[in-house]
Antibody, heavy 117, light 111 residues
Framework: EVQLVQSGAEVKKPGESLKISCKGSEYSFASYWIGWVRQMPGKGLEWMGIIYPEDSDTRKSPSLQGQVTISVDKSINTAYLQWSSLRASDTAMYYC??????????WGQGTMVTVSS | QSALTQPAAVSGSHGQSITISCAGASSDGGGYHYVSWYQQHPGKAPKLLIYDVNNRPSGVSNRFSGSKSGNTASLTISGLQAEDEAEYYCSSSTSSSTLGVFGTGTKVTVL
């Protein structure tokens, strides 16, 4: 079964760093763009960015420039979303998803990130 | 890129058809050409219903269909069923950019 499995929920303090992961299986991981989507509590979906595992080509939403880093290790079929200094406003559910055409057809189960002092 | 505009809520009776709109204009004036639609039930990950305006992934019911006219895209759900009650989001990107944006979301209620 084609799937994306994300790392578990995280509880962090403001200013701490964090890296969450998304591991693909049962498909040619390097050949499909992987995207990240944020959903703050009770809110809608926000398109964060995409990365192409084959060459790490990355496209990020202008509103997130400098706030998060999207990376990938194609040798282990895993994409990452990373923060160097978390803020309370980063509290959200984060989904990774595989891109089909310009849509996301396979989604991870989500990683809940809670940032609180 | 600004969020695409969707109605906050749409409702319909069991068996009826409803249409959800998704309106927006790109910053470069080129218009959004690649539209996808998602269904999200509470506490669940979104599910792709339509991609690239009117393509259905395998396994998605043909009760869901997409279309686009000018800078407004639409999702039609025919033969409304209880399990269709969910939040629906459109998403799009322009032909000149691979960056995407989601719509504001529409809550569908089955009466």
């Amino acid at each position: 079964e084609v799937q994306l499995v994300q790392s578990g929920a995280e509880v962090k303090k403001p200013g701490e760093s964090l890296k969450i992961s998304c591991k693909g299986s049962e498909y040619s991981f390097a050949s499909y763009w992987i995207g990240w989507v944020r959903q703050m509590p009770g809110k809608g979906l926000e398109w964060m960015g995409i990365i192409y595992p084959e060459d790490s080509d990355t496209r990020k939403s202008p509103s997130l420039q400098g706030q998060v880093t999207i990376s990938v290790d194609k040798s282990i079929n895993t994409a990452y979303l990373q923060w160097s200094s978390l803020r309370a406003s980063d509290t959200a559910m984060y989904y990774c998803a595989r891109q089909l055409g310009r849509g996301f057809d396979i989604w991870g189960q989500g990683t809940m990130v809670t940032v609180s002092s | 890129q600004s969020a695409l505009t969707q109605p906050a809520a749409v409702s319909g009776s069991h068996g009826q058809s409803i249409t959800i709109s998704c309106a927006g204009a790109s910053s470069d004036g080129g218009g959004y050409h690649y539209v996808s639609w998602y269904q999200q039930h509470p506490g669940k990950a979104p599910k792709l219903l339509i991609y690239d305006v009117n393509n259905r992934p395998s396994g998605v019911s043909n009760r869901f269909s997409g279309s686009k006219s000018g800078n407004t895209a639409s999702l039609t759900i025919s033969g409304l069923q209880a399990e269709d009650e969910a939040e629906y989001y459109c998403s799009s990107s322009t032909s000149s950019s691979t960056l995407g944006v989601f719509g504001t979301g529409t809550k569908v209620t089955v009466l």
